[in-house]
């Protein structure tokens, strides 16, 4: 079925969620400013159709494809998933990572290979995993830790198991015990750790906490919007007396209030994500 073919077709909410999510994408990538975020966005949750919908993404580019397409609005088929197009084969895009007194960094669209063996000595490194794609659906993480470490980043839906040795040191095995989502990889982190140590962690993608993010204001708004004072609330106090009236007026001061502190909580966080950005982009130029 092509888009051209269901125009008039009502759109799903996982539909809208896709169009939502490319341009989350476009606006991280510098494609969008704010503004024409903004305004797509609210046309994406106000379109109806795929007619509606098949518009505001057309001039954005599919992420890995070229030349540029639209979103596609077809069904994939029921062996396909979120992680389908992440298990890609070959020998990826390298085997080993070594830090003697310095460190080492995989991150962003890397290939991991079926078996991935790093050694850290009075260093450290990081393997972060949440936008690579796997050479297979098992993948072994070999780490060896002598007075430094390592810290393998994951994403959610990744199963986790940690089978390493630490003397006078040790591996996080905080991230073990959650099961993978259909069709997402395994990670095997093994090795040795002394007097060093391995940790693992889960941290959601960029994209993620931005749909969270996205959802937050949404339902803050949608807060503010029921809090707001309605017509005719003048009939409704003398219905409910002033006693009411005025614990409903304490109610809505309390809604506003924790929107307030939301909007700041999600201040803080942007700044803090930003720092992390500027301290890894400075510690990557160090070395």
């Not at 609210?42 to 580019?61: F, H, Q, S, V």
């Not at 949440?130 to 072994?140: G, S």
């Not at 990889?185 to 962690?201: C, H, I, M």
């Not at 309605?230 to 007396?241: F, S």
Request: hydrophobic share 35%; proline share 5%.
């Amino acid at each position: 079925m092509t888009d051209d073919a269901v125009p008039d077709l009502r759109a799903s909410d996982a539909d809208r969620e896709r169009v939502a999510e490319a341009l989350r994408d476009a606006l991280a990538e510098g494609r969008l400013d704010m503004t024409e975020f903004e305004e797509r966005l609210e046309a994406t949750y106000r379109a109806r159709t795929y007619g509606e919908l098949a518009p505001i993404t057309r001039d954005l580019p599919v992420p890995g494809v070229t030349p540029p397409a639209p979103v596609s609005f077809a069904k994939d088929g029921a062996g396909s998933g979120e992680w389908a197009g992440r298990i890609v084969g070959g020998e990826g895009s390298s085997t080993w990572a070594v830090a003697v007194m310095s460190g080492f960094q995989r991150k962003g669209r890397w290939t991991v290979p079926r078996r991935f063996t790093c050694f850290a000595f009075w260093g450290g490194g990081e393997l972060d995993l949440r936008e690579a794609d796997f050479a297979d659906r098992e993948v072994v993480i070999n780490c060896v830790a002598i007075m430094g470490g390592v810290n393998v980043i994951v994403p959610p839906g990744v199963e986790v198991v940690v089978r390493g040795i630490g003397v006078m040191g040790g591996f996080d095995q905080r991230a073990e015990g959650e099961p993978g989502r259909p069709g997402a990889p395994r990670v095997v982190v093994t090795g040795f750790a002394f007097w060093g140590g391995v940790g693992v962690e889960r941290k959601p993608t960029r994209a993620e906490r931005r749909r969270l993010k996205e959802e937050r204001r949404r339902e803050r708004l949608e807060r503010e919007r029921r809090g707001s004072l309605p017509e005719g609330r003048d009939e409704e106090i003398g219905e409910i007396g002033e006693y009411g009236a005025h614990r409903r007026m304490l109610e809505d001061r309390h809604r506003m209030l924790d929107a307030h502190r939301e909007r700041r909580q999600e201040q803080r966080e942007e700044r803090r994500e930003q720092r992390e950005e500027r301290r890894e982009r400075r510690r990557f130029d160090d070395r």
